[in-house]
């Protein structure tokens, strides 16, 4: 099930990355007071009560400036916006209620999302409550004081965004056709992929619109299945193309790989793998989920007996943190390997649903324990008790120890290995929690 997305929009320098590195719990975003420092829109996962949802902090919205940056803040602003399930709107009550605030609201209602109307800087109830009720003019709803610097209102403020939230759940759930994100940066041919599989099958059962105005959901069958791409790509306008479009991508990657089941994540074979190759595939890597690095435009290639090898070689280098991923050299342009993207999907979903009993994890640990002893601090020897799979997508063990500070991750790598060995759960990674059991005879 998918996370909701909240997105803070606002104009520049009201205090959209305080109040994100507040609700964050952690200096994510650069805090300047100079208009348009928050360049790069950021994310984080944040939890509130049972809650969890996605953050997203904005550029500030400048509704008529020429300044270039500016203008791509606020189309990255109104991604956000069409992406978002819940907005918090954050006003200044120092600066009070200006025009572009105004512009920004009604921006805002054009969306018809549920929007959280916040007032931010005031760090004096007393003092500053009659400047708040100004905001009421915005008609958007009733504003809220905050302070993001001093962390106050914060808690009522996320009560009011969590009630729009909905218990989609169950509807989910029962949804159980696989859904494949295809990620990359601009111009590696995500869109071909996906236009080459329908144009080759003829296999379009429906086009509907995706979660953000610029991504479309395909529904395409495959050997009598059924499966969802989501493209990321987008269609942009050939003026536009010289914009900086790394900040354009990461919304609409995370939340891509936030509905995916399966991430196939494109690499451009003659520009090689890159560091923004390595953040899109973190991305899937951090939630999860199932991967597929396929390197896209292979024909263009010039080819040796080694070119493959040191390819393999390059890519596992530069994602070292994801050795599990499947990797393919596909051509959207000729077709080249593109039917055999579906078997290394159904063999990532599976992998990524497989449950393993609690007796066969169980022998593993214990050969694996005899194999290499456990390590141990001041004379104290970690020991391995039980071990028990509790979860899938991704695939999550429970293991319990005597004490979690002995259990070195290296030797928690070691014994993911070992259960690698013995079930491959090839393309998607493993989750380990480490909990303490205090035995008796301790």
Avoid at 144 to 169: H, T, W
Wanted: aromatic residues 8%; charged residues 25%; without cysteine.
């Amino acid at each position: 099930m998918s996370k909701p997305i909240v997105a803070i929009v606002g104009r520049p320098n009201v205090g959209k990355s305080t109040l994100f590195n507040a609700l964050a719990g952690e200096n994510i975003s650069i805090v300047k007071d100079t208009p348009g420092v928050t360049r790069d829109r950021i994310y984080a996962d944040v939890n509130w009560l049972n809650y969890h949802f996605t953050l997203i902090d904005t550029g500030g919205i400048e509704p008529e400036s020429n300044d270039i940056i500016l203008s791509q803040m606020r189309e990255q602003a109104q991604i956000a916006i069409d992406t978002a399930d819940v907005i918090i709107f954050i006003t200044d009550v120092r600066q009070g209620l200006v025009d572009s605030d105004a512009k920004v609201a009604d921006m805002l209602r054009r969306s018809a999302k549920p929007v959280v109307l916040v007032v931010n800087k005031v760090d004096n109830f007393d003092k500053y409550m009659v400047d708040v009720y100004e905001f009421y003019n915005l008609g958007i709803g009733d504003p809220i004081p905050i302070s993001a610097a001093s962390k106050l209102g914060l808690g009522d403020m996320l009560d009011e965004v969590v009630q729009y939230f909905g218990d989609d759940g169950e509807e989910e759930e029962e949804n159980t056709i696989p859904h494949i994100a295809i990620v990359g940066k601009p111009n590696v041919g995500k869109s071909s992929i996906i236009n080459k599989l329908l144009g080759q099958n003829r296999v379009i059962v429906s086009d509907v619109a995706g979660t953000t105005r610029d991504a479309i959901d395909t529904t395409v069958m495959w050997n009598k299945r059924e499966y969802i791409f989501i493209d990321t790509a987008g269609l942009r306008r050939k003026n536009k193309i010289k914009e900086e479009l790394e900040r354009y991508s990461i919304i609409r990657t995370v939340t891509a790989v936030e509905r995916a089941d399966v991430v196939v994540v494109v690499i451009d074979a003659l520009e090689g793998v890159t560091e923004q190759d390595a953040k899109i595939a973190g991305i899937a890597h951090e939630r999860g989920k199932g991967i597929i690095i396929a390197v896209n435009k292979w024909d263009a290639i010039e080819k040796n007996d080694k070119t493959i090898y040191q390819y393999t070689g390059r890519i596992r280098e530069v994602l070292s943190y994801m050795p599990y991923a499947e990797l393919m050299f596909i051509s959207a342009e000729t077709g080249q390997r593109l039917p055999k993207l579906f078997d290394t999907i159904d063999m990532v979903l599976e992998n990524q649903t497989l449950r393993v009993q609690t007796g066969v994890l169980n022998e593993i640990m214990t050969e694996a324990v005899a194999l290499q002893q456990p390590p141990s601090d001041k004379g104290k020897r970690l020991k391995l008790y039980y071990i028990t799979q509790v979860s899938v997508k991704p695939p999550t063990f429970v293991i319990f120890v005597n004490d979690k500070e002995l259990m070195h991750f290296s030797y928690v790598r070691y014994l993911e290995n070992r259960i690698r060995d013995a079930f491959g759960f090839r393309g998607t990674s493993l989750k380990f929690i480490i909990r303490e059991r205090k035995n008796k005879e301790q």
